[in-house]
């Protein structure tokens, strides 16, 4: 099992950028995939990014290629950097932690993962 709190959501105006942090503490060695996903209120929780942390391989949803960049600092530090932000990016992001290699679903599945952290929101203003 892994702990993970993320940091780094606040209120910005469209255009602006903001860096989320999810720190990771546990069992930190067991995780293969790092995730971003978000929540607007009334709507379902839905994946940002991902990072196969053994393999390598990053994924993106298509409504974020080229504003967000997922990256890793160490097995402990997963950061979320998003740039040209939207009105429509407004959510309450959580990172999630997928321990052990993944048997099945795949990256933006929500029932892959172990953990999850409570969620950092962000506002982004029109």
């Known amino acids: 099992q892994v702990q993970l709190v993320e940091s780094g959501g606040g209120s910005v105006q469209a255009g602006g950028s903001l860096r989320l942090s999810c720190a990771a503490s546990?069992?930190?060695?067991?995780?293969?995939?790092m995730a971003w996903f978000r929540q607007a209120p009334g709507k379902e929780r839905e994946a940002v990014a991902a990072?196969?942390?053994?393999?390598?391989?990053i994924y993106y949803a298509d409504f974020v290629k080229g504003r967000f960049t997922i990256s890793q600092d160490n097995a402990k530090n997963t950061h979320l950097q998003m740039i040209s932000l939207k009105p429509e990016d407004t959510a309450m992001y959580y990172c999630?932690?997928?321990?052990?290699?993944?048997?099945?679903?795949?990256?933006?599945?929500?029932?892959?993962?172990?953990?999850w952290g409570q969620g950092t929101q962000v506002t982004v203003s029109s």
């Open positions: 999630a932690a997928k321990l052990g290699e993944p048997r099945f679903g795949n990256w933006y599945d929500a029932y892959v993962y172990n953990d």
């Open positions: 546990g069992s930190t060695s067991t995780i293969h995939i």
């Open positions: 990072l196969y942390t053994v393999r390598g391989a």
